[in-house]
């Protein structure tokens, strides 16, 4: 006679356990809300420094850097002034004109530099500009 053969019942889940998907998706959206912020700031350039009421941009406002040698970078790219007219006719048919613009200027930067920069916003129609500067040592 043949040995009896065991059959091993292995339990059946009906039920996803979604503990560790649900743990790794919040780990990732912590760690693109503490970078994404930094993004932008990761252009070198060196504000002056002021005391003025802090302003935080919101999630449809554009920032615009020019560095110290002129060159005007925008969505972490250095585009021209042509380009810039471009980029900012996009975001004018994008989100229209109330779009608040912040323009940091590196603080070694000619003055010149910077209010042709921002000829060029205010010729597209942009009211909503702000300058941005560091805090000031105290």
Request: aromatic share 6%.
């Amino acid at each position: 006679m043949p040995p009896k053969r065991r059959s091993l019942q292995v339990p059946i889940y009906d039920q996803i356990n979604l503990t560790n998907l649900i743990d790794t998706l919040f780990f990732l959206l912590i760690i693109f809300m503490i970078t994404a912020p930094l993004l932008e700031y990761s252009v070198d350039v060196t504000p002056p420094e002021m005391n003025a009421d802090p302003i935080k941009p919101d999630s449809d406002s554009k920032i615009i850097n020019v560095k110290a040698d002129g060159s005007i970078v925008y969505d972490r790219e250095t585009i021209t002034e042509a380009e810039l007219q471009i980029a900012l006719s996009r975001i004018e048919q994008q989100s229209g004109r109330d779009t608040a613009i912040f323009l940091r200027g590196d603080r070694d930067l000619r003055y010149g530099v910077m209010m042709n920069v921002m000829r060029l916003i205010r010729a597209a129609g942009f009211r909503n500009v702000n300058l941005v500067m560091q805090e000031e040592a105290q």
